[in-house]
């Protein structure tokens, strides 16, 4: 392919990738500190499993419901201050605050009690997450019309969220262990959530400070939101969604997304099984801190070494290519787990993680620069911007994946004949769950390597649908 040069007006200033990044870390640091707080909950504050299982599921199907309705209201708002970047300082603070309010339970309190707190506290900070979140991703689509720069500005955001990814495994350290930090689980959430909280609200408003929006001229199919035109309002959300979903380019790399994360989040408990009871005979001393070590040192080779990889090989061989190649290798890496979780050498288990990091380091490296190529040919297609909402029904299927792993997860588990009261497993047992780790997520990604086959927005297709653009209505400004 013949390779196209940025131009100089085109490229992302590094202080403007950094705030974008600081941004990328806050919407990772919520759900990586609540992978590990959600097991206080049961652990720490008593609350029965079924009902801390319903504060799980139904604050994330609301927040599901939510996220293109933020979406279009993002993609509509005018002020003086942009469409997104009033949202994302305001999210930035009540998603901080609701955070920090979120986890300050006490176990002597009725179950009852903190049951109806929790709930409601959920649903506020998921509200305000979307705030934050969906007008956010939206503003990373639009702060770079270039192919290449796409990928390097979220490059640069993949890069600086796994430092969550990194730091989150060593709560469950904080948190468990009473010689060294807190002596009850309970006080060590509270107060790491204030930490959280804080952190996130200084960190999530680095992009609304920082970041340049698009400045589109006035285009002809936009919607004006208003209380009196809300029947009209409500006709072309419906319309936007159908316009979005029938999107071909954009429904694969939503299918793509939807398996390669279904996939690697199926089976992400599965090795803290397999090191706690295949190599450590269900030692949890024994175990140590080896399960906060393998999850920092994914998230690590992901961040220093995948994600350069990945962002070079985009911009020699193109993001399709790229996609398929990272997919590739992120299967031989999962079928190397097989020697690498060795009883007789725990360390083997280090040796694949750099192949298997190219899976989801590569995922949204890649297909999130895709979305914004998709978002250009909307407004060709359509006439209007819409990042807000194809970052939004982007993310809802990664959430439905989610959703759906976890369900996945739980049926594999019972399948392999996994028991959770057992002190040890069975060798048959520990092996089927072995042979799942790895056939589960190669399944999936084949198939997505089959759906990416034909993605048809290439480099030289990307710069024909900029340049048609362009010759509409002229070059936009940030």
Same mark, same amino acid.
């Given at each position: ?10 490229? %992302? ?15 990772? #640091? ?48 005018? $002020? ?13 603070? /009540? ?22 707190? +929790? ?36 490059? %640069?955001?993949? +890069? ?119 190599? +450590? ?27 350069? /990889?990945?962002?070079?090989?985009? $911009? ?8 398929? *190649? ?24 280090? *040796? ?7 899976? /989801? ?30 970052? &939004? %029904? ?5 959430? #439905? ?10 049926? &594999? ?26 056939? *589960? ?7 997505? *390597? ?29």
């Amino acid at each position: 392919m013949a390779p196209y040069k940025t131009a100089a007006e085109d490229k %992302v200033p590094f202080g403007q990738k950094a705030a974008y990044g600081a941004g990328q870390l806050t919407i990772n #640091l919520y759900p990586a500190a609540l992978g590990v707080f959600m097991f206080y909950l049961i652990y720490g504050f008593k609350m029965d499993p079924v009902l801390a299982g319903l504060l799980s599921a139904l604050p994330k199907f609301f927040d599901a419901l939510i996220d293109p309705i933020m979406g279009y209201i993002s993609d509509n708002t005018r $002020t003086r201050w942009g469409r997104r970047k009033p949202y994302v300082l305001l999210g930035s603070i /009540i998603t901080g605050i609701a955070f920090m309010v979120l986890w300050q339970l006490h176990p002597e309190n009725s179950q009852t009690y903190n049951f109806i707190y +929790f709930l409601v506290l959920s649903i506020i900070f998921f509200l305000a997450f979307t705030i934050y979140s969906t007008p956010f991703i939206g503003l990373g689509y639009e702060m770079t019309p270039d192919y290449n720069e796409r990928t390097r500005l979220m490059a %640069v955001g993949q +890069f600086f969220g796994q430092m969550a990814w990194m730091i989150a495994p060593w709560f469950w350290i904080m948190i468990g262990n009473s010689d060294l930090f807190f002596e009850e689980s309970t006080t060590g959430v509270r107060v790491l959530s204030v930490w959280v909280g804080g952190a996130s609200i200084i960190l999530g408003a680095l992009p609304a400070l920082f970041c340049k929006e698009l400045k589109l001229p006035d285009l002809e199919g936009e919607s004006k939101l208003s209380m009196k035109k809300l029947a009209s309002n409500l006709k072309e959300f419906w319309t936007a969604i159908v316009q979005t979903l029938t999107c071909k380019p954009f429904v694969k790399l939503c299918g793509a997304t939807f398996l390669v994360f279904n996939g690697f989040q199926t089976i992400a408990q599965f090795s803290y099984f397999i090191i706690l009871y295949y190599l +450590f005979d269900g030692s949890i001393s024994a175990a140590g801190s080896w399960p906060p070590w393998f999850s920092t040192v994914n998230a690590a080779c992901t961040a220093f070494l995948i994600i350069p /990889i990945v962002t070079r090989l985009s $911009t020699k061989f193109g993001k399709r290519k790229a996609f398929i *190649i990272s997919t590739l290798l992120s299967i031989v890496g999962y079928i190397l787990k097989w020697w690498g979780f060795n009883p007789a050498n725990p360390w083997l288990m280090f *040796i694949p993680l750099p192949l298997i990091s190219f899976g /989801i380091g590569g995922l949204f490296t890649l297909m999130m620069s895709m979305t914004a190529d998709v978002c250009d040919l909307d407004e060709l297609n359509n006439g209007t911007r819409r990042e807000g909402m194809f970052g &939004a %029904v982007y993310w809802l299927m990664v959430k #439905l994946g989610n959703a759906l792993a976890f369900l996945v997860s739980g049926v &594999a588990l019972k399948m392999v004949g996994f028991d959770q009261n057992a002190t040890i497993q069975t060798a048959e047992s520990l092996t089927n769950l072995r042979l799942a780790d790895i056939i *589960i997520p190669i399944f999936f990604a084949l198939i997505a *390597i089959w759906m990416m086959m034909k993605y048809s927005i290439s480099e030289e297709r990307a710069l024909e649908i900029r340049k048609a653009l362009i010759a509409r209505r002229g070059k936009v400004k940030h």
